[in-house]
């Protein structure tokens, strides 16, 4: 069992940065992919990016290309998502999730999720 906690949402203005983290605890070297994930409100979850627990060239989805950036600290056990250029499109909740394989972009392959942490960017 692989336990998740991200942190790092919050209120920003469009044209606005935030971080997010998620730290992983438990059974963490079955850890293949970590991912992030959004849904909107009245929306189905949607893809956002994923990276290797070993490495390798990390997916994003084509909406947040050139601005958002994935990346792990194996030491610590934790992945960030750094999100530059927000806008009131990226307002969601935004999850944290971990495989075992590379699923990429399909949640339907991720074993364990966090709780999640809003995300809200003003106009």
């Known amino acids: 069992q692989v336990q998740l906690v991200e942190s790092g949402g919050g209120l920003v203005q469009a044209g606005g940065s935030l971080r997010l983290s998620c730290t992983a605890s438990?059974?963490?070297?079955?850890?293949?992919?970590m991912g992030w994930f959004r849904q909107a409100p009245g929306k189905e979850r949607e893809f956002v990016a994923a990276?290797?627990?070993?490495?390798?060239?990390?997916y994003y989805v084509d909406a947040v290309k050139g601005r958002f950036t994935i990346s792990r600290d194996n030491t610590k056990n934790v992945v960030y998502l750094q999100m530059n250029s927000l806008n009131p499109e990226d307002t969601a909740v935004y999850y944290c999730?971990?495989?075992?394989?590379w699923g990429g972009g399909a949640a339907h392959e991720y074993d364990s999720w966090g709780q999640g942490t809003q995300v809200t960017v003003s106009s």
């Open positions: 990276i290797s627990w070993a490495g390798g060239t990390p």
């Open positions: 438990g059974r963490t070297f079955s850890i293949y992919t």
């Open positions: 999730a971990a495989q075992t394989g």
